[in-house]
T-cell receptor, first 113, second 116 residues
Framework: SQQGEEDPQALSIQEGENATMNCSYK?????LQWYRQNSGRGLVHLIL?????REKHSGRLRVTLDTSKKSSSLLITASRAADTASYFC?????????????FGKGTRLHILP | EPEVTQTPSHQVTQMGQEVILRCVPI?????FYWYRQILGQKVEFLVS????????KSEIFDDQFSVERPDGSNFTLKIRSTKLEDSAMYFC??????????????FGQGTRLTVV
């Protein structure tokens, strides 16, 4: 079953605006990770947030985690053209003790000049 | 900064041929993974590997696939007899601890496999 689902599927905003992407998941987790992928390129790790954390910052990135709602958000402040990419959340599954992370379908972010 | 390295970046192969995709994980990492991404689709888990054995595999990872850590640095994915539907970007990843171990999984740049 689908573990992570991002929304929106696609987002276009003006340069300088903030971009917010959301991720929902189904089962309890140990941690949640956000990745960026430029078109046709590799997956770049952005941030990991543990299940006992509620918020984490890294530069212009702010990630929140609400385990009661099984959801996370990624906020990119003061967006730049270089932020144009697809963004994925990835989660493990606490209950199953699986040795893998599962990716959502991603949000395609387009920053307009 | 340490990184996961994958070679080749692009491989074109005839249907039915064997391919080996190579990865050099980050040196102090103990857990290794292969994922694939068919063009325009989501990133799918194939297999995880720890302590010289497969720890988990998906239903995609059938008998045509195998993984190996032939020496202390390389981690390979072999597809024995490629099919057209194997065309995808294949990503290798490594982490210090397993998926639930609160450590990041770092991914390589990928190998784009095209089966013709």
């Amino acid at each position: 079953s689908q573990q992570g689902e991002e929304d929106p599927q696609a987002l276009s905003i003006q340069e300088g605006e903030n971009a917010t992407m959301n991720c929902s998941y189904k089962t309890s987790i140990n941690n949640l990770q956000w990745y960026r992928q430029n078109s046709g390129r590799g997956l770049v790790h952005l941030i990991l947030i543990r299940s006992n954390e509620r918020e984490k910052h890294s530069g212009r990135l702010r990630v929140t985690l609400d385990t009661s709602k099984k959801s996370s958000s990624l906020l990119i402040t003061a967006s730049r053209a270089a932020d144009t990419a697809s963004y994925f959340c990835a989660t493990d599954r606490l209950a199953n003790r699986d040795d893998k992370i599962i990716f959502g379908k991603g949000t395609r972010l387009h920053i307009l000049p | 900064e340490p990184e996961v390295t994958q070679t080749p970046s692009h491989q074109v192969t005839q249907m039915g041929q064997e391919v080996i995709l190579r990865c050099v994980p980050i040196s102090n990492h103990l857990y290794f993974y292969w994922y694939r991404q068919i063009l325009g689709q989501k990133v799918e888990f194939l297999v995880s590997f720890y302590n010289n054995e497969i720890s988990e595999k998906s239903e995609i990872f059938d008998d045509q696939f195998s993984v190996e850590r032939p020496d202390g640095s390389n981690f390979t994915l072999k597809i024995r007899s490629t099919k057209l539907e194997d065309s995808a970007m294949y990503f290798c990843a490594s982490s210090e601890a397993g998926a639930g171990g609160y450590t990041e999984a770092f991914f390589g740049q990928g190998t784009r496999l095209t089966v013709v």
